[in-house]
């Protein structure tokens, strides 16, 4: 009893909080504001930035802003939410609320267009709605799509910072963090299709996923058949549903922790109850990335170094001047057993598409009737299939999308951005975003979506 005792005590003072920070650098790398303790959207008032305090933050012009058409970033954008941005940027939202059949409570970000086609656009792993509004001018692809005449609504899965909330739990509850990928696929895929679809009175949508958007797509209509009629067509941008050659030597590391007789869960647990990164440290991430990582004091590109190593390199197309207003809120909260499962494909469910291993053997004997849990049939998904990946994705690496692709029965178009240093965090923050991607997704997704 006393060692457990020491134990705890060891996590409770200083080793928990590491870990989530390495992890949080690792995964993504970037800071969030905490999000309110209701269901919603983030808050709708704003703090205007003085002139001092823009000067504190964004530097001296950095000589990557030069020579380019692209508005300089403004620096009040980083204070401001999914809502906020999008009304500054001249184009009408409606935020919505609907509740799942597990009764958590999300939110979705509409850019209406009533009548037109809806696209579902859903964000990757501690991401949320907002971080399809970051580039600059109306290059984003949630703008680009509305521009191309559809009716556009921006997800938020369970957890991040814009979709916390449930009917019984409040956010200090262990019980509200205990879901995983498996939990989004099954119960927040169907209610978004449904809600979508009861709301603009169509029978079908499209859907666009990134990453982890991607995941719980095959996951929930592969698990939930009857919903594939409902969607017809699906743009995977770094789709992951394979990750055995991940390429990350950070996420390989990581991953071997997730063993069953690692601690890595337990570490994350303790402090957080069940919450990966507590809101007291991402709310000190959220004051300190913010200024760090501006090219005028991180002059050395410290941030985008560390990023490279989980995602892949391609200092060419990283916008500096854009991460102060990425970090505005990121990284989304999510839950430790979402986080867990992401890495757990590295090593247990290497080369298979998996749901949930718990660490518990008799729970996947109880919950599966086998230790390890039954692998997915993608030849089972049938949605028409767009799918655009990235050379230098470390996360959704080429081997890992061809054996994907292998598996896709209805698979219609299949592209690798041309850049070969293209990596996976270029699928949302890349400067040529728009010209190298975003273009052929909405030309590709028209066709598909025709009558």
């Given at each position: 009893?006393s060692s457990?005792l020491r134990?705890?005590?060891f996590?409770k ?8 920070i390495?992890?949080?650098c690792?995964y ?23 002139e001092?305090d ?6 001296k ?11 300089r ?5 980083a204070?401001?939410?999914?809502p906020?941005l ?6 009408p939202?409606d935020?919505?609320q609907?509740v ?5 409570l999300l939110?979705?970000h ?7 086609t809806p696209?579902?656009v859903?964000h990757?792993?501690?991401?949320s709605s ?5 580039q600059?001018g109306n ?10 005449g ?9 957890g991040?910072?814009?979709s916390?909330?449930?009917l019984e739990?409040?956010?200090?509850d262990?019980r ?8 989004i696929?099954n119960?927040?895929v ?7 679809l009861a709301?603009t ?8 996923g990134y ?8 996951s929930?209509l ?6 594939q ?6 743009g995977?941008?770094a ?9 990350s030597p950070v ?5 071997d922790?997730?063993l ?8 994350l647990?303790i ?8 809101s007291?440290?991402s709310?000190a991430?959220n004051?300190f990335?913010?200024?760090?990582c501006h ?6 590109d410290l941030?985008?170094?560390f ?5 892949g390199?391609n200092p060419?197309?990283?916008?500096q ?5 990425i970090?505005g809120?990121f ?8 986080l867990i ?7 247990i469910?290497a080369g298979?598409?998996?749901p ?5 053997i008799?729970k ?5 009737g086998?230790i390890l ?12 299939t ?8 470390y996360?959704?690496?080429p081997?890992?999308?061809a054996?994907?692709v292998r598996?896709?029965?209805h698979?219609?178009h ?15 923050y ?9 273009d ?6 028209m066709?598909?979506s025709?009558?």
């Amino acid at each position: 009893m006393s060692s457990i005792l020491r134990l705890n005590h060891f996590y409770k003072n200083g080793l928990t909080n590491f870990l989530h920070i390495i992890i949080f650098c690792a995964y993504l790398s970037f800071s969030t504001e905490d999000g309110a303790k209701s269901a919603g959207p983030a808050r709708d008032n704003t703090t205007v930035i003085s002139e001092d305090d823009s000067k504190f933050l964004f530097g001296k012009p950095h000589p990557s802003e030069q020579n380019t058409d692209l508005p300089r970033p403004d620096p009040y954008d980083a204070r401001l939410n999914a809502p906020q941005l999008i009304r500054r940027n001249g184009y009408p939202v409606d935020v919505h609320q609907y509740v799942t059949k597990d009764r958590y409570l999300l939110t979705l970000h509409r850019i209406p267009q009533p009548g037109a086609t809806p696209v579902v656009v859903m964000h990757g792993i501690l991401c949320s709605s907002r971080d399809w509004l970051l580039q600059r001018g109306n290059n984003s692809l949630a703008y680009m799509l509305y521009n191309a005449g559809y009716d556009v609504w921006l997800g938020n899965m369970r957890g991040n910072n814009y979709s916390q909330g449930h009917l019984e739990y409040d956010l200090d509850d262990p019980r509200y963090w205990d879901f995983s990928v498996d939990d989004i696929s099954n119960f927040d895929v169907p209610s978004t299709i449904d809600y979508v679809l009861a709301t603009t009175n169509h029978t079908q949508l499209c859907w666009i996923g990134y990453s982890l958007g991607t995941t719980t797509l095959f996951s929930g209509l592969i698990t939930n058949q009857e919903y594939q009629a409902k969607v017809k067509c699906f743009g995977g941008l770094a789709p992951v549903a394979y990750k055995g050659n991940c390429k990350s030597p950070v996420i390989r590391a990581l991953a071997d922790l997730t063993l069953p007789e690692k601690p890595l869960k337990l570490a994350l647990d303790i402090p957080s109850h069940g919450r990966f990164l507590p809101s007291m440290l991402s709310n000190a991430l959220n004051i300190f990335m913010p200024h760090f990582c501006h090219p005028g004091i991180d002059q050395l590109d410290l941030c985008g170094t560390f990023i490279s190593l989980v995602g892949g390199f391609n200092p060419g197309q990283t916008d500096q001047l854009m991460e102060p207003i990425i970090l505005g809120e990121f990284p989304s909260p999510t839950s430790v057993r979402v986080l867990i499962q992401q890495l757990q494909h590295v090593t247990i469910g290497a080369g298979k598409f998996r749901p949930y291993f718990y660490q518990n053997i008799s729970k996947n004997i109880d919950k599966y009737g086998f230790i390890l849990p039954p692998e997915l049939d993608l030849t089972k998904f049938r949605v028409d299939t767009m799918i655009f990946a990235g050379l230098n994705d470390y996360l959704a690496p080429p081997e890992d999308v061809a054996l994907l692709v292998r598996k896709l029965p209805h698979l219609r178009h299949f592209h690798n951005v041309s850049d070969p240093t293209w990596n996976h965090l270029d699928f949302l923050y890349a400067k040529q975003a728009r010209s190298l991607l975003y273009d052929l997704v909405i030309e590709r997704l028209m066709e598909c979506s025709l009558p």
